[in-house]
């Protein structure tokens, strides 16, 4: 059984920059597209971009250009770089692991395509 632990996060100023990182633990997710989604307190959840278990990465429009996704299999970890962050980008992030191995999915975004969840980690950004 799975479990992803997240680090990273913390405070820190509009503009700045911030790496959070979810390592597997129990089962390697190598060959599974990882997720990364956001909520902010009252909101919805929110994709945030995710990264295909052939390396290819994904970004939501509102990150796009500002955050980066990799993955060090090798490791089992997977990063967010965040970078010209903004006091919207504030919220909960998590990781997650798509359901199904070595597939390439037409939509990333849907929360429910997901089966393992990391902790969740703060992020807060102050102007």
């Known amino acids: 059984q799975v479990q992803l632990v997240q680090s990273g996060g913390g405070l820190v100023q509009a503009g700045g920059s911030l790496r959070l990182s979810c390592t597997a633990s129990g089962r390697t997710f190598s060959g599974y597209a990882v997720g990364w989604f956001r909520q902010a307190p009252g909101r919805e959840r929110e994709f945030v971009g995710g990264?295909?278990?052939?390396?290819?990465?994904y970004y939501a429009e509102s990150v796009k250009g500002r955050f980066t996704i990799s993955r060090d299999n090798a490791q089992n970890t997977v990063f967010l770089q965040m970078n010209s962050l903004k006091p919207e980008d504030t919220s909960v992030y998590f990781c997650a692991v798509f359901s199904k191995r070595f597939y390439s999915a037409s939509d990333y975004t849907r929360s429910s395509d997901y089966n393992y969840w990391g902790q969740g980690t703060q992020v807060t950004v102050s102007s």
């Open positions: 990264i295909s278990w052939d390396a290819f990465a």
